[in-house]
Structures are given as C-alpha cells and as structure tokens.
C-alpha cells in the first residue's frame, strides 16, 4: 500500500461531519495563504475570497463535478453541462470523480477535460460554476485555484434540510453565487448570506421511450445509498406496499438500488424487510435506456423520503408519464406543486420529527425531516392501482 492509498483509506475512515469539518478549514487556510500570495505578484488580484469577479457571467463557463459518478451531485453536473450546451454557450467539463470514494462509470459522460488540461489551459475571463457541496468544494477549488482569477465563481449546492451546516457558511466567501436546485435549499442557504442565491432546477432529460412488458400493477422506488439510506427511507416504501398489498401477485414492488455495498448493515435491513415474492431488486447502475425501461415497466413511483434538495428520480418519473407519490415536505415540492404536473402528483402527510441518522452524515443542532405517513400512502397506492386497473379494463 502507498502513503497515497494510505492517508486515503485512514481519511476515509473518519466520520464525515469531522472529515469534512477539517477539510473546509485546511483548504481554506490554504486558499487564503494562496491568494494573499497572488495578491502580493500580480495586479490581478482576483481570486474568489470576498472578491469581485472581473469577467463575465457568460461563456466560456467551465463546470467542475463528479461526471463519471453515478450519484445525483453528479447527475446534476451533467445535465447542467447539457443544459448550457442547447443553449448555445462555450462550455467545458471538468470531471472530478477521482475524489470521491466511488468507481467511476466512464459511460455516463465522455466530453470531459482532464482537470490538469483545464486548470492550466482556461485562463482569462468567463465563470466556473462548481457542482459539489462543502467540504469537496474547497478542495476542487484549490485545485483549480491557478484557473480561478478573472473569473466568476458560482458554488452549485444541493441541500436537504431547513439549516445549513456552520462550516458550509466557512465557505460562502469563496463564490460570488450559489445556485440550487430547489426554493426550499435556497431558503436554508439565504438565511446564513446576503450574496446570491439563485434557483436553477435541473434540466430535464429528453424522455427515450421504454420498453414495456406484460405485468402485474408496478410500484418503483429508485435511490442511492450514497445519497444516505436513512434519508431516502425505502424501509418506508416496503412498508407502504405491504399494507397495501401484502403479497399479492396482483401487484409488485421493484426498488432501484445503487452503491449497495456503501451501507451493507442497511441494506441488509432492506433485504429482510422486502422479502415476499412480489417484491424484486434492481441493483447497479443503468443507461439512459435502461433507465426508461424500468420506468416503463412501472405504473407509479413511490418516493417516501425524510427529505429532499429536489428529487431528481420524480422528474424523471413524471416526465416518463407516472403518477407520483411521495412525501410532501422538502426541495420535491417545488416539482410536485408545478401548474403542469400537480395532477400527477399525490403528496404524502407526514410529521417533522428531529433527525436521527443512524450513519451520522448530519449533525445540524435542531435539525428536522418528514417521518411519512405510510398508512395514508398505502390508500394512494391502493387508490392508483384501482385506477390503472379500471384504465385496463373499463
């Protein structure tokens, strides 16, 4: 083992409130010391901290994210890059993804730029629009701290809960922007800044038809397991279709699982919990086809998170044509209340309980997230299958 793969694997190890804690103010300290250094050798004294941007918020607009990673931090940089492609703008991919913990999918994404080419080639004006939270934030920026001056930094955050952490508001002076993806995370993130905040949903993904097969009424549940089990809460979707059908062949549950073996223990959980035999796993990564596949093998989607910053697999689902379901509370109202798709759309009651994160990914004091009412969700879906059935057979 190298000291590299070492500090890796002991980095790792450590808790990541404490992890990332550590991270923000180390490269902080660093960015500081860098940036009072260029200060002090150049008259362009631009470099992020509490400055003034000098170039332009238009193109050349450089996005830094996880692109090969198939997680929703990294969905979200793709499609922005998408986004800003359609419409005409000198764009370029950084991709990221060696920093994260994850194996990379090199299918999702093939137009990147290997980060040492793009930070030592884009020099001059445009914007950098980076597509990680705090901690990994900082770190990307002083990676990229010799492409930073003359430009505009915009940190894009994806945020769950009503409070941002305290060391994300360590790195609020290092963009001159942040953009989210939901009005609920701007709320959380306007109440700590005077800078701006903007709302920027995700682009959405064109719809590739699916292939259907004959079968009984279909419930779908997509997540990852980096995204914290606990969070997306599929326990609650199993519990759900249980009481709605128990185990009647007349019905069945497929849940997309990514990254499984991030939280073995949980899973585990899961496993035991969704043990009839109308219930079927789908884990690992899909392509865009595959992925329009099973969303047309499915009658609805059942979301019963404790708390979203958007809620990405409900666009995606709605846009496919499903009726949705899913917990009431959090960044996926922004989608479910939309003119266009609120008849879709079946909001689950729920209660705000503290949160208990048995992974102990969050640590905000007097934090809150919804515990859905699976009792009102059962009846939804009972409701839906009456209807898709009496569609069938009128």
Not at 131 to 159: D, E, Q, T
Not at 337 to 346: G, L, N, P
Request: glycine content about 6%.
């Amino acid at each position: 083992m190298t000291l590299r793969s070492l500090l890796r694997f002991v980095w790792y190890r450590l808790p990541v409130p404490q992890r990332s804690r550590v991270a923000v103010e180390l490269f902080r300290f660093l960015l500081r010391m860098y940036c009072a250094a260029a200060a002090r050798d150049s008259a362009d004294t631009r470099c992020a901290d509490g400055g003034k941007a000098t170039g332009p918020a238009s193109a050349p607009c450089w996005v830094v994210g996880f692109f090969t990673a198939a997680t929703g931090l990294g969905q979200g940089a793709r499609l922005f890059y998408r986004e800003m492609k359609a419409k005409g703008v000198v764009v370029h991919a950084v991709d990221v993804t060696f920093m994260l913990p994850v194996t990379p999918e090199p299918s999702l994404f093939t137009e990147a730029t290997p980060p040492s080419a793009a930070f030592a080639a884009g020099k001059g004006a445009g914007s950098i629009v980076i597509h990680a939270n705090p901690s990994a934030y900082m770190v990307i920026l002083w990676f990229a701290r010799r492409l930073m001056p003359g430009k505009r930094l915009v940190a894009y955050w994806a945020w769950e809960w009503e409070e941002i952490p305290h060391f994300w508001t360590r790195c609020l002076a290092f963009a001159d922007e942040i953009y989210v993806p939901s009005a609920f995370t701007a709320d959380a993130v306007r109440r700590k800044t005077d800078k701006p905040v903007t709302v920027h949903p995700h682009a959405a993904l064109p719809v590739l038809p699916g292939r259907a097969c004959d079968r009984p009424f279909t419930v779908l549940f997509c997540f990852d397991c980096t995204g914290n089990f606990y969070r997306k809460n599929p326990l609650a979707v199993v519990a759900a279709f249980k009481k709605a059908f128990g185990d009647s062949p007349e019905a069945r549950l497929l849940l997309k699982v990514t990254d499984a073996h991030r939280c073995p223990e949980a899973f585990g959980l899961l496993t035991d919990a969704a043990d009839a035999p109308n219930m079927r796993f789908c884990l690992g990564h899909l392509t865009e086809q595959g992925m329009a596949d099973l969303y047309a093998e499915a009658d609805v989607y059942l979301s019963l998170h404790r708390a979203e910053g958007y809620g990405l697999t409900i666009q995606e689902a709605l846009l496919h044509g499903l009726p949705v379901i899913a917990t009431g509370w959090s960044g996926n109202m922004d989608i479910m209340r939309d003119e266009h798709r609120q008849a879709q759309c079946m909001p689950v009651p729920y209660t705000l309980i503290p949160v208990d994160d048995p992974l102990g990914n969050y640590t905000v004091p007097g934090c809150l997230w919804a515990e859905p009412d699976t009792d009102a969700a059962a009846d939804m879906l009972r409701l839906t299958a009456s209807e898709v059935r009496g569609k069938a057979h009128p």
